[in-house]
């Protein structure tokens, strides 16, 4: 054993845990809410012409895969400098609603859905990360087929529901959820300038990453989400790196 345990423990994530990546990398003209401006880049200093290369980087908070903080839609709420570490390490919950919505891309997600989980894996860990796999990563980085839109502009996409999000936060006091599309809200509800499950999330302090990837590469219970970002001073919301720590079998 080393002087160090905790290097120890970190031999042992390696051993026994596969990481997933959860996050899309991000660029100019990757989807993004309408009335944001599109990321601008540039490059300020070059290997070949200054000996190192520096980019600067000119994006909204929330671009790419993001945290949205509560003040994000509250004033004087909890802002990214404001979130303790020890919430960056959750148990990762992932319910899955991926067959659904491939045959029908409005579908939301339903108590039911979140029942048949805990009689699979028992009731949803207080403090926990619940993620809402639809698969609808798959659509990145492609605009339209991430809108959805049919003739007349409203947007097909799935989403929460507001009794979820109350059981979630209510009665299962969990700290933070996650999604796919681009929004809380399924896109039938923000074409129509509603946003209201977003607003409620944020309401009761809880935090949420959107645009997630690679849901289907991890198990519905069992895993754990690492999620980081920078720490701008009362900042509402940034790119994330996010990640998942999967048990190996056997382990």
Known sequence: M??????????????????????????????????????????????ERDGFAVHRYELVGQWG???????????????????????????????????????????????????AWEAAHGPVPEGSFVALRTDWHRRWPDDDAMANRDDDGVAHYPGWSREVLEHLVERAGVAAVGHETTDTDPGSSTSAGDYGLELYLLQQDR???????????????GALVVATWPKPQGGSGFPARVFALVPRAGS
Not at 12 to 24: G, N, P
């Open 207 to 221: 935090w949420q990453i959107e645009l997630m990837a690679n849901l289907d590469q991890v198990p519905p219970a």
């Open 65 to 115: 895969t993001h945290v949205d903080q509560p003040s994000h839609f509250v004033d004087g709420a909890r802002t990214l400098d404001r979130i303790g570490v020890e919430q960056m390490i959750l148990p990762l919950v992932v319910i899955d609603v991926s067959a659904r919505v491939a045959a029908d891309p409005d579908t939301v997600v339903t108590l039911e859905d979140v029942e």
């Open 2 to 47: 080393s002087r160090y345990p905790w290097w120890d423990l970190h031999a042992r994530l390696r051993e026994e845990c596969a990481s997933i990546d959860l996050t899309h990398a991000f660029h100019p003209g990757q989807p993004h809410f309408p009335v944001f401006p599109d990321e601008q880049r540039s490059q300020v200093f070059e290997v």
